[in-house]
């Protein structure tokens, strides 16, 4: 994403993308694309994820459900990624990683990865945060009412207050 913000390219534009990552990276995630993956699958797949992420610009729980499973633009678009191994001596590491992306105009891109998203050295904003807490609400195995998400919220804003936490159970219906 921060290619394609700096840069302004879309998936269209985009002819490859190799992903340079420690062994453990590859053990987890560097599994080939298929044309419709199971969502167990789909989330270990990281040209699947990648894909998404460069066709809808973030990514959400509804991408690894139903149809987006088998969307034929996103397994082109994963066929597209390559992940390969940077040998590191710690057998736990997760980073840093090299994205390269080439684009069909010629361009060759490159953004290196030192700090994993939402990790303390890479925050996710407040924004952020709550939208992703906003989708994982709406898409609960049983329905949630989404004004339990927002009474949560602000619940949680102010933690240090409530009498007793196990209110923050009631929102939950």
């Known amino acids: 994403m921060a290619l394609r913000t700096a840069h302004g390219f ?9 992903v340079a990552a420690p062994p453990l990276i590859n053990q987890l995630v560097n599994r080939p694309a298929l044309p419709a993956p199971t969502a167990a699958y789909a989330r270990l797949c990281l040209p699947f994820v990648l894909a998404k992420l460069l066709q809808h610009g973030r990514i959400e729980l509804a991408q690894f459900r139903g149809a987006a499973l088998a969307d034929p633009a996103t397994y082109d678009l994963a066929r597209r990624v390559t992940v390969t191994r940077v040998e590191d001596a710690n057998p736990n590491a997760l980073l840093p990683q090299q994205v390269q992306v080439r684009l069909r105009d010629g361009r060759v891109l490159s953004h ?37 998400a927002e009474a949560m919220i602000g ?19």
Do not use: Q
Request: proline share 9%; charged share 30%.
């Open 155 to 173: 619940m949680v804003d102010r933690l240090e207050a409530l009498p007793d936490v196990r209110v923050l159970l009631g929102t939950m219906k």
């Open 10 to 18: 879309g998936p269209e534009d985009v002819e490859a993308i190799t």
């Open 112 to 148: 290196r990865v030192d700090a994993m998203l939402a990790s303390p050295a890479r925050p996710l904003s407040r924004e952020a945060h709550l939208a992703k807490f906003r989708d994982c609400w709406a898409h609960a195995a049983d329905p949630l009412d989404p004004a339990g």
